[in-house]
């Protein structure tokens, strides 16, 4: 893809997104098999439910810009999914330890959050009518929500994991 327009920069990470969505729907389901933790497994479970939303959501935003949904790969997505299997392999079939799945979840959240930070400075930028920007704008608020659970379940796990040390070390 050329780009040499603003609109082909929104296009570009249009683009970029609905592969980082896609792709995160496919390791949130891994993450919830695998997950040791019933709330992180829970919390995975409900995002891939949202994401899959969030596919559908970016799809609409193509289809309004008059596009046929189209992904461009993303070497970032790639490499979180890829640092989580390359970490396991090898590991006798036992589930990643909580801790990695839950950064790997957080990265994630981070990397959509300012996909669509972005997008949204762009479609302003480019006077975007409502059917565009309404969907991002909906997708960031509940990207922002799900990063927020995970933080606030990552210091639940942390003091837990803080406590159990404090019982085996007496």
Avoid: C, K, W
């Avoid at 249009?14 to 992180?40: C, G, I, K, P, S």
């Avoid at 409502?130 to 995970?150: G, K, S, Y």
């Amino acid at each position: 893809m050329n780009i040499e327009t603003l609109e082909d920069v929104f296009g570009y990470q249009l683009q970029r997104a609905y592969y980082v969505e896609r792709a995160h729907v496919e390791l949130l389901a891994e993450m919830a098999t695998d997950a040791a933790n019933d709330d992180l497994a829970a919390q995975f479970e409900t995002h891939r439910d949202e994401t899959e939303r969030h596919v559908e959501r970016l799809e609409r935003v193509f289809e309004a810009l008059g596009r046929r949904p189209r992904a461009s790969r993303s070497q970032t997505a790639d490499g979180l999914a890829e640092s989580r299997r390359t970490r396991f392999d090898g590991a006798d079939g036992e589930s990643p330890p909580t801790y990695v799945d839950l950064e790997i979840g957080l990265a994630a959240e981070r990397l959509e959050v300012r996909s669509y930070e972005g997008l949204l400075r762009l479609a302003g930028r480019l006077a975007y009518a409502d059917d565009i920007v309404e969907p991002l704008e909906e997708t960031l608020e509940e990207e922002r929500a799900t990063r927020r659970r995970l933080e606030a379940l990552e210091t639940e796990i942390s003091i837990v994991d803080s406590l159990e040390t404090g019982r085996t070390e007496q």
